[in-house]
C-alpha cells in the first residue's frame, strides 16, 4: 500500500532562517506531487506541484521554491522566511491520470 | 473563476442528531468533487470522489450526494468521534495535473 511522510511535524524559524520540508511516498511510481498550505481559517491553498523529476509548477508568487530530486521525494524550500511563511505545511500525492489526492500529515511552521 | 463556498462554517449537534454539510461549487467543468476529513493538526484524509450530478457515495455514516451546483455531506446518527472539520474540494474539467480547488471547510463538533 502506498504512503506517504512529511517531517518534521512542528518547526519554529526565525525570520530570515533557511527553511527545508522534505516529502516522500512509498509504494508507487511516478506520483504527482503537491504542496499546499493551510493558514488558520482558510482553505488549502496549492502551492507547487510536479508531474516528473525536476518538474515544478509553482501556482503563486512567493518566498518559497520546490524541488524534486527524485522521483517519490519532494522538497519545500526558502532562503529566507518571513513572518508571513507561517502556516500549515501539506504535502499530498495522486496516481498520474487520476483525481484523487492523498495528504500527508502536514508540517506547522511557526516563524518568529 | 472556480470556487467552492462550504457551510455552515461551524455546526454543533447532539449524539444522534441527524444533518448535512452544504458544498457550493462554481467550477468550469467539473472532473471530481471530493469529501476529506480533517483532525485538528493531521493532514486531511480522503472520505469520497463523486464525479456526475445524481452520484451517492456512501461510508458507514456518512452519506455524499451531488448536483451540478452542489453537495451535500449527510451524516446520520452522529457520534463524537465524528468530530472533525470536513472539507469539500473540486477539480476543474480543464485540469490535468490534479490541482484541487478547496472550500474553508465546516467544522462539526459532536456532543455525547
Not at chain 1, 527553511?19 to 503537491?34: D, R
Not at chain 2, 470522489?49 to 456512501?58: F, Q, R, V, W
Not at chain 2, 448536483?67 to 472533525?84: M, N, R
Request: hydrophobic residues 35%.
Amino acid at each position: 500500500s502506498q504512503t506517504i511522510h512529511q517531517w518534521p511535524a512542528t518547526l519554529v524559524q526565525p525570520v530570515g532562517s533557511p527553511l527545508s520540508l522534505e516529502c516522500t511516498v512509498e509504494g508507487t511510481s511516478n506520483p504527482n506531487l503537491y504542496w499546499y498550505r493551510q493558514a488558520a481559517g482558510r482553505g488549502l491553498q496549492l502551492l507547487f506541484y510536479s508531474v516528473g523529476i525536476g518538474q515544478i509548477s509553482s501556482e503563486v508568487p512567493q518566498n518559497l521554491s520546490a524541488s524534486r530530486p527524485q522521483d517519490r521525494q519532494f522538497i519545500l524550500s526558502s532562503k529566507k522566511l518571513l513572518l508571513s511563511d507561517s502556516g500549515f505545511y501539506l504535502c499530498a500525492w495522486s496516481v498520474m491520470g487520476s483525481t484523487e489526492a492523498f495528504f500527508g500529515q502536514g508540517t506547522r511552521l511557526t516563524v518568529v | 473563476e472556480d470556487q467552492v463556498t462550504q457551510s455552515p462554517e461551524a455546526l454543533r449537534l447532539q449524539e444522534g442528531e441527524s444533518s448535512s454539510l452544504n458544498c457550493s461549487y462554481t467550477v468550469s467543468g467539473l472532473r471530481g468533487l471530493f469529501w476529506y476529513r480533517q483532525d485538528p493538526g493531521k493532514g486531511p484524509e480522503f472520505l469520497f470522489t463523486l464525479y456526475s450530478a445524481g452520484e451517492e457515495k456512501e461510508k458507514e455514516r456518512l452519506k455524499a450526494t451531488l448536483t451540478k451546483k452542489e453537495s451535500f455531506l449527510h451524516i446520520t446518527a452522529p457520534k463524537p468521534e465524528d468530530s472533525a472539520t470536513y472539507l469539500c474540494a473540486v477539480q476543474a474539467g480543464s485540469s490535468n495535473t490534479g490541482k484541487l480547488i478547496f472550500g474553508q471547510g465546516t467544522t462539526l463538533q459532536v456532543k455525547p
